[in-house]
């Protein structure tokens, strides 16, 4: 089959869309929240059974199972040469504590409802087809986030991971036993064809602009900063202004500058103070001391260390205006992610080839693609969400938009894949 | 006696240094904490035992005993006219939770001293002469401060300082009965001549400035504000710049403002943000939810109406450029105090006479002078503390300083209730 009519024979293929959001509203069902959200946190009781319940649909699309040492679920359909790598999709099925019901779960669903398709017209690809579901993307059980995704990439050593624990004291690697996820699998280190996550935006650039698709070609980098500010507790009544070392009055400035650097290197740079915790925090005393945490993103490296030298000269100012002491550490870096431009292509083409009105875009959000990108030819797509909210049981979505995002998703992993007469 | 040999017989008497030194470390020994501070909060176990040193203490000062049904403690020295009304010193025994040894204290027995350096030379005095231990003036335990003598001046009912609840639900009025300390004697209502609190400054003024004495001419009026910020909870990942509606930048700009505006009125007024409660508070959420408090102080109504202006405008300004809504409530309002001009002269006129290097101050902080001047003709001395601090463990003064304003307390109170040949 020629080219044209191999890409005429996939547009034509078309995903069942009610299917798909059946699949997601009983996944949410798992953990589902009075508000509507959903709370299933990973390698939790919840957990297991949505995978239990993930594997049983993979199993009736005519896939095999393999899991490995981190819990990480491969669904596979075979391929016409099944020696050649696979062409990967997946996400994660783990929530934040008060998440919603697409956040991961569009991904791992949407490649779902990829296999389930193939298997309703007997499609056949050249290379195998996987769909992972990822174990702990979220972090917010054990940190960091990303974990396993990080495992699969070489970035974290599995003892590593074994060893997180969360606010219970609880090990990853117990509570991996204890819902009977750790398998024995050995998955990395093979040779990925390409991959592919669907995703939620988790912002709102794509609904505000009334775009279906987002082709995203970067990932964010990331810097974490903390920064405690020690200034002079005292009576908020009898301590004169020119005498004052306020901490708080310096957290405020650190706040203002870090919303300044964000805004010298726009559009694509944001800054954020996340946290502040302030001692003592009673009405009538100066503050002595102050947390806060600081989150600088931005496409590339040079920007975000010139982001990084602007603000270490801003608190190198407040601090000798208010004679304060400010110490800052780095607490994470996660470097700026070029997803692979034939991946990308592949994404932007079937999005035409569809007709979904998409642009391209950067995530700024930390993914398992932005991992799985070190060790594959990675790609992401991203559909909108209402008003841009996300790690929010208010997070929701459109049936359409979640379609579109399948059908695209199918149709760059189908490219990818090599599509065989059936 | 002529006015001037008066003046000079009163200005030979010297008060015993070490021995009110003893009686301040004796009574931090009750409730003293490794840190050398104090913890012995009102009306608890360790309360009631200090209130038992001090009325045996008193006793021996040749002093009879009343209490009223607040738990004040008055002891009393007779006036050769018994009939006229007294002259009052005095302040709390009472302390912050990880006070120091000195914040009310030095009132107390301070005062004490005086009756004692009055019993050793045997020396009259026209009017009798009154020693209080006001119950609850930190407030820390049952809000809010001040409590007894605003009771004492009509500011509060009993009905309303008897509900008022402990963190642990305990109701005032039961932990009066449980240490046996509610009385039945009617103290207030009866007219007075003159009161004389000392107290230390809790801020570093005079130590600063090197003097020995503070002649407190206002007390600061107080204004609390309680400010709730609105934006929009989001992704500090994927929400750009320009979408945000960032509670905690609102939050920073209102500090800043305060700051402003404290200065704006300088150099009386004070402004201070002392508690920040930040929502969700995680390092890469945009904050939605903000709660800070606000202090204002001036020694005149006209300024802090102005300030509160300049606060309210301020706030919407910054509600405006950030697309959040802001919400203020005034919750604590205490009126600015001019003290008595007459005992205000009497304790200039002891510390000029005794050779003290003093300077008219205005109190930052609320004192149960504050409320006694209400009802009575009141002024207040203050002597240096180390560094300003107060409130703290660390609270220190020297024993020169703790004599020097014993000294000016008992001139200014022997020149009120009018020393009579001995």
Redesign the interface.
């Known amino acids: 089959m020629s080219q044209s009519r191999t890409r005429s024979a996939r547009r034509n293929l078309q995903i069942t869309s009610p299917r798909l959001w059946a699949s997601l509203m009983e996944m949410a069902r798992i953990g589902g929240t009075p508000k509507g959200g959903c709370k299933r946190l990973t390698l939790t009781e919840l957990d297991r059974q949505g995978r239990d319940l993930f594997i049983n649909w993979c199993r009736q699309a005519g896939c095999s199972i393999k899991i490995d040492r981190m819990g990480n679920i491969f669904a596979r359909r075979a391929g016409t040469d099944d020696s050649l790598p696979p062409v990967m999709m997946g996400s994660h099925l783990d929530t934040q504590p008060t998440g919603g019901k697409y956040d991961g779960i569009l991904g791992v669903l949407g490649g779902l409802e990829v296999l389930r398709t193939l298997q309703d017209h007997g499609i056949k690809t050249k290379h195998p087809i996987e769909l992972v579901n990822w174990t702990n993307e979220e972090g917010s059980r054990f940190a960091p986030a990303m974990l396993a995704s990080g495992v699969y990439a070489g970035v974290y050593t599995e003892e590593f991971a074994y060893s997180r624990q969360d606010s219970e004291g609880q090990k990853l690697g117990d509570a991996l036993v204890a819902i009977g996820y750790q398998g024995k699998d050995e998955m990395s280190g093979r040779k990925i064809h390409a991959a592919f996550e669907l995703h939620i935006?988790?912002?709102?650039?794509l609904e505000?602009e009334n775009y279906d698709i987002g082709v995203v070609t970067h990932g964010?980098g990331?810097r974490?900063y903390e920064i405690n500010l020690t200034g002079f507790?005292?009576?908020?009544?009898?301590?004169?202004?020119?005498?004052r070392h306020?901490a708080?009055?310096g957290?405020?400035?650190v706040?203002?500058a870090v919303?300044s650097i964000?805004?010298n290197h726009?559009?694509l740079?944001?800054?954020?103070?996340?946290?502040?915790?302030?001692y003592p925090?009673?009405?009538?005393?100066?503050?002595g001391s102050v947390f806060i945490?600081v989150?600088f993103?931005h496409p590339t490296d040079d920007v975000m260390t010139a982001m990084e030298q602007e603000l270490k000269a801003a608190v190198v100012k407040i601090d000798r205006d208010l004679g304060i002491t400010s110490e800052i550490k780095s607490v994470f870096y996660f470097p700026p992610v070029a997803f692979d431009p034939n991946c990308v292509d592949a994404v932007r083409r079937a999005a035409s080839d569809l007709g979904f009105k998409h642009r391209d875009i950067v995530?700024?959000?930390?993914h398992d693609a932005c991992y799985l990108a070190r060790v594959a030819p990675t790609a992401m797509i991203f559909t909108p969400c209402v008003d841009?909210?996300?790690?929010?049981e208010a997070e929701e979505i459109s049936e359409e938009w979640a379609a579109a995002g399948c059908a695209v998703l199918l149709h760059a992993v189908l490219e990818s894949a090599e599509l065989r007469e059936s």
Chains 1, 2 share one sequence.
């Not at 935006?201 to 650039?205: K, N, R, S, T, V």
């Not at 740079?269 to 302030?278: D, L, P, S």
């Not at 995530?363 to 930390?366: H, Q």
């Not at 841009?388 to 929010?392: F, L, R």
């Open positions: 935006e988790q912002g709102p650039i505000d964010q990331i974490w507790e005292s009576h908020a009544g009898s301590t004169p202004m020119p005498t306020d708080l009055l957290a405020a400035r706040i203002e919303n964000a805004l726009a559009p740079a944001v800054g954020t103070v996340g946290m502040v915790n302030n925090n009673s009405r009538n005393v100066i503050p945490t989150d993103r995530s700024g959000a930390g841009g909210i996300s790690h929010n």
